[in-house]
């Protein structure tokens, strides 16, 4: 059974970059991708972009582009995602994904908060 | 990109009610419509994909149907463990509605 095991909370100060591990066991992982979904205090669940692991290809959504580096790590099993230039605004619990086929998420992880604070 | 719009925003609900869900997107949908439960500190579950077919392991008083711009959840039979925000995703954007709060009333 796959398992997705997230990196642990971070505090970071606006203009900083943080970046969460996501490990998977239990699957094989080469074959999937895997996407990051993040949720801010009171609002819903938003996506911010995935990779492919087999050709590494990664797609973002245009909220942010150009902020935010997904990668995977077949060696580690592990996925990641950075985002940088922090803002208040960045403060919400972020997810990774595996995406079992075309845009169909299962499992996810645990979710990490992220808190933006000066 | 598809836009998609939950409806009710939250309602309130007696442990053994029946209550539907509406997810309306913006144009219609050609990949998977899929729907997540999710609750409090604990991570989204996927409930039903495509938009009819029941996650292995989710109880069949979850059922899910429609095409094209509208899709419905339905709960037969709310049970405690039920209480949770209900989301529908479109898997080509991949774009998640805004949510439904399923309350205990």
């Known amino acids: 059974q796959v398992q997705l095991v997230q990196s642990g909370g971070e505090v970071r100060k606006p203009g900083s970059s943080v970046k969460v591990s996501c490990k998977a066991s239990?699957?094989?992982?080469?074959?999937?991708?895997f996407s990051w979904v993040r949720q801010a205090p009171g609002q819903g669940l938003e996506w911010m972009g995935g990779?492919?692991?087999?050709?590494?290809?990664?797609t973002y959504a245009q909220k942010f582009q150009g902020r935010v580096t997904i990668s995977a790590d077949a060696s580690t099993t592990t996925t990641y995602m950075e985002l940088r230039s922090l803002t208040f605004d960045d403060t919400a619990v972020y997810y990774c994904?595996?995406?079992?086929?075309?845009?169909?998420?299962?499992?996810w992880g645990q979710g990490t908060l992220v808190t933006v604070s000066s | 990109d598809i836009q998609l719009t939950q409806s009710p925003s939250s309602l309130s609900a007696s442990v053994g009610d029946s209550v539907t869900l509406t997810c309306r997107a913006s144009?219609?949908?050609?990949?998977?419509l899929n729907w997540y439960q999710h609750k409090p500190g604990a991570a989204p579950r996927l409930l039903i994909y495509?938009?009819?077919t029941l996650e292995i392991g989710v109880p069949a008083r979850f059922s899910g149907s429609g095409s094209g711009t509208e899709f419905t959840l339905t709960i037969s039979g709310l049970q405690p463990e039920d209480f949770a925000t209900y989301y529908c995703?479109?898997?080509?954007?991949?774009?998640f509605g805004g949510g439904t709060k399923v309350e205990i009333k």
């Open positions: 239990g699957g094989t992982f080469n074959n999937y991708g």
């Open positions: 990779v492919f692991v087999l050709f590494g290809t990664t």
């Open positions: 144009q219609s949908v050609t990949k998977f």
């Open positions: 994904a595996r995406e079992r086929m075309a845009g169909i998420y299962a499992p």
């Open positions: 995703q479109e898997s080509d954007s991949p774009s």
């Open positions: 495509g938009p009819h």
